[in-house]
């Protein structure tokens, strides 16, 4: 069975929402360990803000590394059809030969870093044309989006936003921006059974 996508409940857990609706928007709930979200939740929420606390900054680099060579050591298991693959810098990107863009024609998902006034996590689901299919796990009212952003109510396992291509590819810090190429980072996320491959359909194309 598949259960909605989840909103963060704090300002920092963006990182690790994100990586558990990737799970959720994949598997089955009955598919998926107890032991997964207990990893996930014990190696995020691990940067440090101006203040000292742990997590005030989120999810560092570092952890979200880690987290998906986890996931993959956890597939090797034989538990869970999962694989995963950590992306950074120019590596991130929309343009048509993208390792982003292709992961989403093969039916994985994306956990990708951009601005919302600060750095967010947010998980892709798809792409058709110039739009980008997305579930932020901050909750926002339709109001308060910008012009160009749709805020989507009646999708909630798949994406709750809408986003031009356009928007998300820009270097400069606005909402929903990847920003600084420098500073990009995505989390790829693949379900073996699912995933389509030249091997299992004349219809994948890159």
Not at 6 to 18: A, H, K, L, V
Not at 83 to 97: F, K, M, T, W
Request: net charge negative; hydrophobic share 35%; with cysteine.
């Amino acid at each position: 069975m598949k259960t909605p996508l989840r909103y963060q409940i704090t300002e920092y857990d963006c990182g690790p929402s994100s990586l558990l609706n990737g799970l959720s928007y994949l598997f089955e709930r009955e598919e998926l360990a107890p032991e997964i979200v207990r990893n996930i939740m014990i190696y995020s929420l691990d940067a440090y803000g101006a203040d000292g606390i742990s997590g005030k900054s989120g999810t560092s680099h570092a952890a979200m590394m880690f987290l998906s060579q986890w996931l993959n050591g956890f597939g090797k298991t034989g538990r869970l059809d999962i694989h995963s693959e950590y992306l950074a810098g120019q590596n991130v990107n929309l343009g048509p030969d993208s390792r982003l863009r292709d992961a989403l024609a093969r039916n994985g998902a994306a956990v990708v870093r951009l601005d919302l006034e600060g750095w967010h996590y947010v998980l892709v689901t798809r792409i058709a044309e110039d739009r980008v299919y997305l579930f932020d796990p901050y909750y926002l009212p339709a109001d308060e989006a910008p012009p160009d952003v749709r805020v989507v109510s009646d999708k909630p396992c798949a994406y709750n936003r809408v986003v031009p291509v356009s928007r998300m590819e820009s270097e400069e810090l606005h909402p929903y921006a990847f920003g600084p190429v420098e500073t990009r980072e995505a989390v790829l996320l693949f379900n073996r059974r699912t995933q389509l491959t030249e091997e299992n359909t004349i219809e994948y194309m890159i």
